[in-house]
């Protein structure tokens, strides 16, 4: 958090750029209600960094309290799971980092003739991170669904035959997850997860192997 709170220039811009970007083409700005909104939205910025910066540890951490308990062949596997997870998260934020100006915009058409579009700064980094999360969250489903095949609860011939139900259920969670409630940002966040059930598939098939 420390860190976090001294690099917050940088950060704030990061997780705010795609807002800051449509408010400067509307000419609209943030709003702050309080005296003291700014040294809490420094506090929320410096806890996602720190949280951040400190999950390579936390990972470390329950790899080594787990790892005596594990067989030589589920330690090879979470050797590939481990950086897997890691990477589908980034994808997932990367995308929704991609996805958010294109909802912010939807959102903005929406704002009312002879109206000046004043957001509230602290919710809307609330609402920025939000989205964050959802679509990195739920780019894990490979992740998932791996753990439910190593625990017997599914297989790769029934994922193969439940693929439309299965597509049904994406785009249903898709749906839930987004909190901008748009249907761009669904499709940016289903199409993917589509994709990545049948990624699980093939990664299922290979840990029965």
Known sequence: MVA????????????????IKILNKQGGT???????????????VALIGGLVLMMPLLTLEFW???APGLTKRERRAVYFVAPLSIALFA????????AMPRALEWFVSLVPPN?????????????????????????????????????GLVNSRMMIR???????????????????ND???????????????FLSIILVRWMES
């Open 162 to 180: 439940l693929w439309r139900e299965a597509v049904v259920a994406t785009a249903f969670l898709a749906a839930l997850a987004t909190p901008s």
């Open 4 to 19: 976090a709170w001294v690099y917050f220039d940088q950060l704030y811009s990061f997780l705010l750029q795609p807002a």
């Open 115 to 151: 109206t000046t579009l004043i957001p509230d700064i602290s919710r809307t980094l609330v609402f920025m991170v939000q989205m964050y999360l959802a679509f990195g969250v739920m780019f894990e489903m490979p992740v998932v669904l791996m753990f439910l095949a190593k625990i």
């Open 64 to 66: 080594l309290f787990v």
């Open 91 to 98: 994808l997932g934020v990367t995308l929704c980092y991609i």
């Open 30 to 44: 943030f709003l702050q209600t309080t005296f003291a909104a700014g040294f809490t939205l420094r506090m929320q």
């Open 183 to 197: 249907a761009f940002t669904m499709l940016m966040m289903a199409v993917p997860m589509v994709f990545l059930y």
